[in-house]
């Protein structure tokens, strides 16, 4: 069995996998050290990947130096199927590539291998919806073509809120109508609607682009999402866990 740890800016969330399959998945609630004892109580643990985009933690880097199995990093010189020339070293961070390969190995177990063997696959659009949205477009050849940030919807409350002398800040929870009634309403439709429509207009535009193109979708935040998107659309809420189960030990 293998512990997945992803550490976002907001949050870290854990996942134990067995051969392909998430057996357990939770977020971090309590300090490291405590966390590691109980999973590893629970479950044979005999390695561990970590991606990591937040400032490194001392009780994180004391509990993972008193464990007996590996402990593998995920960084810029991972070895992966995303080919990064184009990228400056650190240019993107370790959940973004590990959402690619997450994409990536999902699509191959689909697509067949020429004689030449090299895989048949689509352009790649990967979308994590987080505390930033990103937009990563990789080619067939599995080249990274390029990418985009955007302000994720707590980001845009937040910011409104303290960028501003009266509007208050609020959460993303809640009745979002079309447009709104009150200062509430209203920036939370403006939010989250606008972070929607911005996503959908990502991918209309990328499969304007390249028809054949596969999109997933991942992230923390939900959208309602027009049905002809939902029907082009992968939403893989544990992309970055499976892009992390196909790193080495």
């Known amino acids: 069995m293998r512990l997945l740890i992803d550490i976002g800016n ?16 939770e977020r971090r609630e309590e300090n490291w050290g ?20 937040a400032r490194i933690d001392n009780d994180l880097l004391i509990t993972l130096e008193r464990q007996v199995f590996p402990v593998t990093w995920l960084t810029y010189k991972t070895e992966c199927p995303v080919k990064r020339e184009c990228v400056a070293p650190n240019g993107l961070g370790a959940d973004r590539w590990a959402a690619d390969i997450g994409a990536m190995s999902l699509l191959r177990k689909k697509a067949a291998m020429s004689e030449d063997g090299k895989w048949d696959m689509p352009t790649l659009l990967v979308i994590d919806a987080g505390t930033c949205i990103t937009y990563d477009l990789i080619a067939p ?3 990274f073509i390029g990418g985009n940030i955007s302000p994720g919807v707590e980001l ?20 979002t109508p079309f447009m709104g009634y009150d200062t509430e309403t209203a920036m939370r439709s403006g939010a989250v ?21 596969q999109i997933f979708i991942t992230g923390g935040d939900h959208f309602n999402f027009s049905d002809d998107i939902l029907k082009r659309v992968n939403i893989e809420p544990m992309l970055v866990f499976k892009g992390l189960m196909c790193i080495p030990n």
């Open 10 to 25: 907001t949050s870290a969330k854990i996942a134990v996998c067995q051969g392909e399959d998430i057996i357990h998945f």
């Open 34 to 53: 405590s966390l590691f004892d109980r999973i590893t109580d629970k479950f044979s643990i005999n390695s561990c990947t970590v991606s990591n985009v």
């Open 141 to 143: 050849d599995g080249h």
């Open 156 to 175: 845009r409350l937040k910011s409104m809120h303290e960028h501003t002398a009266l509007l208050p800040l609020i959460h993303s929870n809640g009745e």
């Open 193 to 213: 609607i606008g972070a929607e429509l911005e996503i959908e207009g990502f991918v209309r535009r990328t499969l304007e682009l390249y028809d054949d193109a």
